[in-house]
């Protein structure tokens, strides 16, 4: 979720690309559905591995879940680093309402925090 809401956000701004440090193989159909609800399309995104962006200089990393931020490697180039952790709703439990309604939770945490910082980073080019 967190890719789909950064690119909509900053994605004329930065490249956005998304890894975990224990993937699932998929994306969540949960996850695909309520940020299709705000206007994201995530159906096409695939879950992929951190240690896949080795090889390529990336200037900020964003961790955003659990211990992420003490998995994550330091990439080459890395300038800046960002933990904000959110809750996983893959792990919620309950009945697939109260699932689903955690995983809008979580989104629209997720759009407050990355709002801000889209707007941090445009400010920070205007001036």
């Not at 399309?41 to 990393?61: C, E, G, P, R, Y």
């Amino acid at each position: 979720m967190a890719e789909g809401i950064l690119r909509q956000f900053a994605g004329d701004l930065v490249e956005v690309q998304s890894a975990g440090s224990k993937p699932a193989g998929y994306v969540h159909p949960k996850a695909i559905a309520v940020l299709a609800e705000i206007g994201i399309d995530i159906s096409a995104h695939t879950s992929k591995h951190m240690n896949d962006f080795l090889d390529q200089d990336i200037a900020t990393v964003i961790t955003v879940c659990g211990n992420a931020d003490q998995a994550c490697p330091m990439y080459p180039g890395q300038v800046n680093r960002y933990h904000w952790g959110f809750d996983d709703p893959a792990h919620a439990v309950g009945s697939d309402e109260e699932i689903l309604a955690e995983f809008r939770r979580v989104r629209d945490e997720i759009r407050l925090v990355f709002g801000a910082y889209a707007a941090g980073l445009r400010e920070g080019r205007a001036l």
